[in-house]
């Protein structure tokens, strides 16, 4: 079935450093929605990317979509201890599932 | 405006004993979908409804079963409870099922209620 893989499942930064997540589709997206799960909380709607190749940015967040729309990244530069939590994209294919990503949990080492 | 709603908010269980779970979705969503949540598989889509229709169904087995009423809200049921079936059910809403391409992009965000902490014991 369709999938939506993303890397990698933890990462491990110091406060200040850049921090990357990345998901790829075993087909082609409609769009790719990107969402934050604070550490105790639900997940929180962050950014929708629909064109082929769109490049959005929140303050330190970028969010790229590929040229395929196959797959999607979102980068933090100098990241904060607000930035703590597990970031999940998640695909539209084309049967309007929503396909979510395992999600990748940011953590900041002390 | 109020957020989604999930009632209760814990639930204990025996194994065999059967649960519902209830979500209210955000006044003027018609789409809701549950997930469930474990610490080590992520989130796992259970199944979504719009205007009292089950749209899209995940890979779960018949003993996980939903509805949606008039008003949109709507409640999954678990039978014969498995040990496995521990785990945190999150219920998100949006005005619009899943739409492709670029039109009417804000309808379907989905939006998480706090969810049902769920241990079977």
């Known amino acids: 079935g369709q999938q939506v893989m993303q890397i990698p499942q933890y990462q491990h930064v110091q406060e200040g450093e850049d921090f990357t997540t990345y998901c790829n589709s075993s087909t082609t997206l409609s769009n790719i929605q990107w969402y934050k799960q604070r550490p105790g909380g639900h997940p929180v709607f962050l950014i929708q990317l629909v064109k082929s190749g769109e490049v959005k940015k929140q303050k330190r967040l970028t969010f790229q979509f590929g040229e395929a729309k196959k797959n999607s990244s979102l980068h933090i530069t100098a990241t904060q201890t607000t930035d703590v939590g597990t970031y999940f994209c998640a695909g539209r294919s084309s049967n309007y599932q929503l396909i979510w990503g395992a999600g990748t949990k940011l953590i900041i080492k002390p | 405006k109020a957020g989604v709603t999930q009632t209760p908010r814990y639930l204990i269980k025996t194994r065999g004993q059967q649960v519902t779970l209830s979500c209210s979705p955000i006044?003027?969503?018609?789409?809701v979908s549950w997930y469930q949540q474990t610490p080590g598989q992520g989130l796992q889509f259970l199944f979504e409804y719009f205007s009292e229709t089950q749209r899209n169904k995940g890979n779960f087995p018949g003993r996980f079963s939903g509805r949606q009423f008039s008003n949109s809200r709507s409640e999954m049921n678990v039978s014969t409870l498995e040990l496995g079936d521990s785990a945190l059910y999150l219920c998100?809403?949006?005005?619009?099922?899943?739409?492709?391409?670029?039109?009417?992009?804000?309808?379907?965000?989905?939006?998480f209620g706090a969810g049902t902490r769920l241990s079977v014991l």
């Open positions: 006044s003027g969503h018609r789409s």
């Open positions: 998100a809403s949006s005005r619009e099922p899943g739409l492709a391409g670029g039109g009417f992009l804000a309808k379907n965000i989905q939006y």
